[in-house]
């Protein structure tokens, strides 16, 4: 129980420390648009396949504890 709560306030921490940065970074008149345009689409690819990752984890996770106790 604990570590979820710890887990959670550090996803949290960071989400909202990421965010900071990549405003300010996308808000910076001086950084051309082109470079903005290729960090938020490589971050956003990034976003994707992290997603997919955990989502594909937790199906496999969820089929092998199936496994483990079939209902007969």
Partial sequence: MLQKVGLGLILAGALLLGGWMFRGFFTD???????????????????????????????KAKQEKGKENPRW
């Avoid at 001086?30 to 470079?35: E, K, S």
């Avoid at 938020?40 to 990034?46: N, P, R, W």
């Fill in 29 to 59: 008149p001086q950084i051309p648009a082109l470079i903005r345009i290729a960090v938020g689409s490589i971050s956003a690819g990034f976003i994707i396949l992290m997603v997919a990752l955990i989502r594909d984890r937790l199906i």
